[in-house]
């Protein structure tokens, strides 16, 4: 059974409202330790001081966080973005002969254009340009699970410290959740952040990621 703390934690974790008024001190605890009792239903005199304690613990952990958050945003500040759109992402299956991914391969590298695969437990995830996907079709046929187009594709170039600040992986994933942008991929190349969303969230995109 869950304690007090894990409770009261988990509640304010679940609303970010909350947690940016207790990162930014601007909340009443009282107020607070009574709504989370009312809302879990657990109304008890000893209870209520459990969980102002538990308020008051967590929100000294997110002000630590917001010292680091403030460190990411520093990091994404300087960090360049680009953008290419009319990108697709093909799903094949794993057990389909490696000389098609490498034949596929060959074609798109020959033209020097985009081409990333990612090794699944049971698939390839493919990610290049849209003006290959009959060939990709062609190749693959019946182990072709599953191609989206209509994508875009966002790298983050960030400079050499990403690498030893934590959080910055996190911290992007939440902005985009926060504004209701989907992630179709995702991926990462040392100081390269990649994203693969929907061309209709790219204007989104560049608003939130201006640092």
Same mark, same amino acid.
């Given at each position: 059974? @869950? ?60 002000? +630590? ?24 992402? @093909? ?18 590298? +020959?033209? @020097? ?28 046929? @019946? ?69």
């Amino acid at each position: 059974m @869950a304690t007090i703390t894990e409770l009261t934690h988990q509640y304010l974790s679940e609303h970010p409202s909350i947690k940016d008024c207790l990162k930014n001190n601007i909340i009443n605890y009282s107020r607070l330790s009574r709504r989370i009792a009312k809302e879990l239903a657990i109304e008890k005199e000893s209870t209520m001081e459990a969980i102002l304690i538990a308020c008051r613990r967590y929100s000294d952990k997110i002000r +630590k966080e917001a010292v680091q958050e403030t460190k990411i945003r520093s990091i994404l500040k300087k960090s360049e973005l680009d953008i290419k759109n009319r990108i697709i992402v @093909a799903i094949v299956d794993k057990r389909f002969f490696m000389d098609h991914l490498i034949k596929i391969e060959t074609i798109i590298r +020959k033209q @020097a254009d985009l081409f990333y695969a990612i090794e699944g437990t049971g698939t390839f995830t493919i990610i290049t340009l849209e003006k290959y996907q009959d060939e990709i079709r062609s190749i693959f046929k @019946a182990n072709l699970k599953k191609l989206t187009n209509d994508l875009a594709l966002i790298t983050i170039k960030s400079p050499e410290d990403l690498e030893g600040t934590s959080g910055v992986v996190d911290y992007l994933y939440s902005i985009f959740g926060e504004n209701g942008v989907n992630i179709v991929e995702t991926m990462s190349c040392w100081t390269d952040t990649i994203f693969v969303i929907s061309e209709d969230d790219v204007q989104k995109v560049i608003k939130f990621l201006k640092f």
